[in-house]
């Protein structure tokens, strides 16, 4: 028992015992019983004041403590942030989210060309004519028309291409060593075009390693003569969600020809293991996996076309080359991220 307690219950008995000494006739009168009745009902009273006192104050001792306030942290929803890198360290020590601009990093891009209508009066260069379309500022563009050497120079030197396209159209022989720098660009997280319809003499060159890790290769040779069904010549969207034939133009596939060249009209690709490669256009709509002419691989940094793109309507072949060009490039800087 505290003190307090010991202090409270001995001002009681006090009061108590005052009361009863101080009651009429508690030392003898007419009135004995009463007198005692009133001195035990004074008594019980006091007793019962006592015990409601300890009471209530082994009651306030065993009390627990009331609980503290819980306050709940905020829920946090991550942002959705296409294509980010690193950016400034937060307060925390964590890098925090910066948004790329992928429109004016394609507007920047370093490009190399090699394009051989170029060099052929009498055909429109599609890639140059594309590129120039699609306004590139910012970057190095370089178009070394059918200029072998050139080229070679170019990927050798310390400029960092963005994207390489060859459009190997006028069977200029675009081959070797040359596709060993394309290796190398690609090895870098470049991304690559290549227009290319002699496959059938060089699928086992210098081609060979960058169409394994694509997983696609060649499958059969395409011929055309003069006296040729162009409806057997009609290309088939085989995957019309393909962000390829709709970002940014919605292209119909090529299907009638309208050919420059005969004798060999291009070469048909197949799905080979070891690699990402989709067929995206080819002679069979049924056909997935073989009979192919155009492809994508390498998380979309690659496009290899085996038609050639003067034997079709150039309405269709332009918009579809600035989508290779687009696509590719996309996904080479989402791949370096």
């Known amino acids: 028992m505290t003190l307090g307690?010991?202090?409270?219950?001995?001002?009681?008995?006090?009061?108590?015992?005052?009361?009863?000494?101080?009651?009429?006739?508690?030392?003898?009168?007419?009135?004995?019983?009463?007198?005692?009745?009133?001195?035990?009902?004074?008594?019980?009273?006091?007793?019962?004041?006592?015990?409601a006192t300890l009471n209530a104050d082994d009651s306030a001792e065993i009390l627990p403590p009331p609980a503290a306030t819980?306050?709940?942290?905020?829920?946090?929803?991550?942002?959705?942030?296409?294509?980010?890198?690193?950016?400034?360290?937060?307060?925390m020590g964590n890098p925090t989210p910066e948004v790329i601009d992928m429109d004016a990093s394609i507007k920047g891009s370093n490009i190399?060309?090699?394009?051989?209508?170029?060099?052929?009066?009498?055909?429109?260069?599609?890639?140059?004519?594309t590129v120039r379309a699609m306004n590139f500022s910012g970057g190095r563009v370089i178009n070394t028309g059918?200029?072998?050497?050139?080229?070679?120079?170019?990927?050798?030197?310390?400029?960092?291409?963005?994207?390489?396209?060859?459009?190997?159209?006028?069977?200029?022989?675009?081959?070797?060593?040359?596709?060993?720098?394309?290796?190398?660009?690609?090895?870098?997280g470049g991304a690559v075009i290549i227009e290319v319809w002699y496959l059938n003499q060089v699928a086992r060159g210098k081609i060979a390693p960058?169409?394994?890790?694509?997983?696609?290769?060649?499958?059969?040779?395409?011929?055309?003569?003069?006296?040729?069904?162009?409806?057997?010549y009609s290309i088939f969207w085989l995957d019309t969600s393909h962000p390829l034939l709709s970002m940014p133009n919605t292209v119909r596939a090529p299907s009638y020809p309208y050919p420059v060249w005969f004798g060999d009209a291009g070469d048909l690709l197949e799905l080979t293991p070891g690699g990402d490669g989709v067929l995206v256009g080819g002679l069979y709509q049924d056909r997935k996996s073989d009979y192919g002419v155009l492809a994508s691989c390498l998380d979309g940094r690659m496009v290899i076309q085996t038609f050639s793109s003067h034997d079709y309507d150039w309405e269709l072949v332009q918009p579809?080359?600035?989508?290779?060009?687009t696509y590719t490039l996309i996904n080479h800087y989402e791949y370096e991220q």
């Open 112 to 129: 190399l060309i090699f394009e051989d209508a170029a060099g052929d009066p009498s055909l429109a260069p599609v890639v140059a004519q």
């Open 210 to 232: 960058i169409l394994s890790d694509c997983g696609v290769g060649f499958f059969r040779d395409w011929e055309r003569d003069y006296d040729y069904d162009p409806y057997k």
């Open 146 to 188: 059918d200029a072998m050497g050139r080229f070679r120079e170019y990927a050798n030197s310390a400029t960092e291409w963005d994207l390489i396209i060859v459009a190997a159209e006028v069977r200029s022989g675009f081959s070797g060593e040359l596709f060993e720098l394309l290796y190398d660009h690609i090895d870098n």
């Open 70 to 91: 819980y306050t709940p942290y905020p829920t946090y929803t991550p942002e959705t942030v296409v294509g980010v890198g690193p950016g400034p360290v937060g307060p």
């Open 320 to 325: 579809l080359w600035e989508n290779y060009i």
């Open 5 to 51: 307690k010991k202090w409270r219950l001995a001002v009681l008995t006090l009061l108590t015992a005052s009361l009863a000494c101080n009651i009429p006739g508690s030392t003898g009168g007419e009135y004995p019983m009463e007198e005692t009745r009133v001195a035990l009902a004074i008594q019980q009273t006091s007793l019962a004041i006592q015990q």
